[in-house]
């Protein structure tokens, strides 16, 4: 039987590498860290910047914002505030929301009280 190999996911990348994937300067990013200060990158003990996936993914919905949807740096903030104030995807609001699972729960808990012969 073959074996598989094991890939390794990098966890961290430089500055440098996130330039070159977004296709913009290093100064541009550092920019935007501080224009927009929810994203922070970790640092090594020299002060190099270490990006998670989370972090270039957040930098690339920045670059839509301001380069292809030519959003201002404001504009995009908002947009950003909005995204991480997730509403339900199905247009439920909240009081909604918390009224069907509360009926959920109150189900499931009569179900528990049934004997499990009757079950």
Do not use: C
Not at 30 to 39: I, T, V
Not at 82 to 104: C, F, I, M, T, Y
């Amino acid at each position: 039987m073959p074996l598989k190999e094991k890939t390794v996911e990098k966890l961290y990348w430089s500055i440098g590498e996130v330039a070159e994937q977004l296709g913009v300067n290093t100064s541009l990013i550092r920019y935007w860290e501080k224009e927009f200060g929810n994203l922070r990158p970790k640092r090594t003990g020299k002060g190099d910047r270490l990006y998670t996936r989370k972090d270039i993914e957040q930098l690339q919905h920045i670059q839509h914002l301001v380069k292809e949807k030519g959003f201002t740096l404001q504009g995009a903030r908002e947009q950003l505030r909005k995204a991480d104030n997730v509403e339900p995807s199905n247009g439920l609001d909240v009081d909604q929301l918390r009224e069907r699972l509360l009926h959920v729960r109150s189900k499931l808990i009569a179900l528990a009280e049934v004997p499990a012969e009757q079950a």
